[in-house]
């Protein structure tokens, strides 16, 4: 679209200006204060300049809540993305089911997060849930409250089981919205389904994927209350993600120096992260 | 290709399965949950519900995050939906820069914020008020809706503007009397979006709250702690949550798609 150049627009801008740069810019700035500072707890503060940041750089805690934090995201992403293209693939296009699909599928991402967790940490039960119950009768010895590995496949269905259904909605829209044309003309040309999805379907579908990838890695890499509610970050620390660590020492310990730093970090990481797929993925259209 | 409708078939069967699980406890006792595995309720009982909806700890809760979710979901578009038509139709001195800024804010993880916010908000007197969580989440549902209504307005080509003004509307008139029923649909979505993150956060609004303005999701957690585990009435209060969300997807069952699928990236 053609725009024109108004500097009045900026009065339209200025109530979101104003609202956002209130919850993000001073909470912000305390967290920066925070980070350079010592206190004692008596609300006397000294300048401590780059401790926490070299303190936190070199714990082996952070790296150690790092590692499973990549590990929890790449592998939701690993399979949530595939797993809702192939879903949306399959599902009709028109017709009453249509409707259907979406709102049984929608209703996951409108359950409080803390209710997830609570329902999944029943569900996962070994002597009360369905699923514990079920995988033990299978022969499964699964016990996510003692062993690591079960926390770990547990934590990861829940995320899909919670999340999958995004990647699905949004993937869905972006293929409904590809003209039937195409679709014609690859039928003339006898292209086989694999040949319409990788050269027609996919290349249409980049900037939805775009989309669904960029808010699957935020969300996931924010992770907190599903999380705690569910594992509480055990079997000892073996579930414990970066916000789940966070909380512990902000929250829990009060040690705001160091907790602050971590913030700045963990911050600088999601934005970062962010900022390098959308340029790689955006590149060829600039 | 013909079993293509097992696919999304056995996916939503996933899907309901840990939902049953709830349903189906909460109309048990926390007795039956405990004492006996069985797929059925064999003592059907609505004592859950009856409690839940007879004691103002827990019914308030649910009144109380309805408040805030609607008091955040009409600000929150209220003020995106001017901005949004500014980045649509606009180039103005660091319009890219002040988008941009916007969505990091979406990428802020609420983790990071909690300590901050339960300061600001007692500084300035608003702790444990509806408006303190609703002014909260505006910190992630204002750039989600700028972008989501940005995407729609995009696609309004300017003529409808222009044609207005030639016949005689002031810009105001024009923008509620003709513009924002054209993109009623963006509207919707945008709605259904910071709806559904209201909704569902709970970090930021458990640390801004205590007593008059507690969360039902808060009130959960706390019934969990201190007496025991009450799992029957648990899962009722889990129950209840989710049909609010359910009516909300069916208004915009046609939409919710489309709201991403426009946002610009």
């Known amino acids: ?286 | 290709m013909h079993m293509r409708w097992l696919v999304p078939t056995l996916y939503i069967l996933f899907l309901m399965l840990p939902i049953y699980w709830l349903v189906n406890m909460s109309f048990k006792s926390t007795n039956e949950i405990l004492g006996s595995f069985t797929l059925f309720p064999q003592d059907f009982t609505l004592d859950n519900y009856r409690v839940i909806f007879t004691d103002p700890t827990w019914y308030m809760g649910y009144v109380n995050s309805l408040t805030y979710v609607s008091i955040n979901t009409v600000l929150s578009v209220a003020v995106a939906l001017p901005a949004a038509y500014a980045f649509s139709r606009y180039r103005f001195l660091g319009d890219k820069h002040l988008f941009f800024w916007l969505l990091t804010n979406r990428m802020a993880p609420p983790a990071v914020f909690a300590l901050p916010f339960f300061q600001l908000y007692s500084a300035v007197g608003l702790f444990d008020t509806h408006i303190a969580v609703a002014l909260a989440h505006t910190l992630f549902n204002i750039p989600l809706a700028v972008w989501i209504l940005e995407g729609f307005m995009r696609g309004v080509p300017k003529e409808l503007d222009e044609t207005a003004y030639v016949d005689g509307h002031s810009f105001w008139s024009f923008f509620i009397r003709i513009f924002i029923p054209t993109i009623a649909a963006g509207i919707g979505v945008a709605c259904f979006f910071c709806f559904m993150f209201s909704w569902v956060e709970l970090l930021l609004a458990k640390t801004l709250t205590s007593v008059d303005a507690k969360p039902i999701a808060a009130v959960m957690t706390r019934t969990a702690s201190t007496s025991g585990y009450e799992l029957g009435l648990l899962a009722a209060a889990g129950t209840l949550t989710i049909i609010p969300g359910a009516i909300v997807i069916y208004f915009v069952r046609n939409y919710i798609a489309k709201g991403f699928a426009l946002g610009r990236v």
């Not at chain 1, 160091?258 to 900022?275: E, G, H, K, R, T």
């Open chain 1, 1 to 286: 679209m053609n725009q024109t150049t108004n500097q009045r627009a900026w009065l339209f801008v200025i109530p979101v200006v104003v609202l956002v740069a209130f919850n993000a810019v001073i909470p912000l700035m305390t967290v920066v204060n925070y980070s350079v500072q010592e206190t004692f707890g008596d609300n006397t503060f000294f300048w401590s300049g780059v401790l926490w940041f070299e303190q936190m750089m070199n714990s082996d805690r952070f790296h150690a809540a790092l590692g499973r934090q990549f590990f929890f995201t790449g592998m939701v992403l690993l399979i949530e993305i595939p797993l809702g293209v192939a879903i949306a693939l399959s599902m009709p296009r028109k017709g009453i089911w249509v409707p259907v699909c979406l709102v049984l599928m929608a209703l996951p991402l409108l359950i409080p997060w803390n209710v997830v967790g609570a329902m999944w940490n029943i569900f996962a039960l070994p002597d009360i849930g369905l699923m514990g119950r079920g995988l033990n009768a299978m022969g499964f010895d699964y016990n996510y409250t003692r062993q690591p590995g079960d926390a770990w496949f547990t934590l990861i269905i829940m995320d899909v089981w919670h999340w999958t259904s995004l990647v699905v909605l949004l993937t869905y829209a972006g293929l409904v919205a590809i003209p039937d044309a195409y679709y014609q003309a690859a039928k003339i040309d006898g292209a086989s389904p694999w040949a319409i999805f990788r050269y027609i379907q996919l290349p249409k579908l980049k900037r939805v994927l775009t989309i669904a990838f960029l808010l699957r890695f935020m969300d996931s890499f924010m992770i907190y209350t599903e999380a705690v509610v569910l594992t509480g970050g055990g079997p000892g620390n073996t579930t414990t993600l970066l916000s789940i660590d966070l909380v512990k020492i902000a929250l829990g310990q009060f040690d705001l120096g160091p907790a602050a730093a971590m913030s700045l970090i963990y911050f600088l990481i999601v934005l970062l992260v962010s900022w390098l797929f959308y340029t790689v993925m955006t590149k060829d259209e600039a």
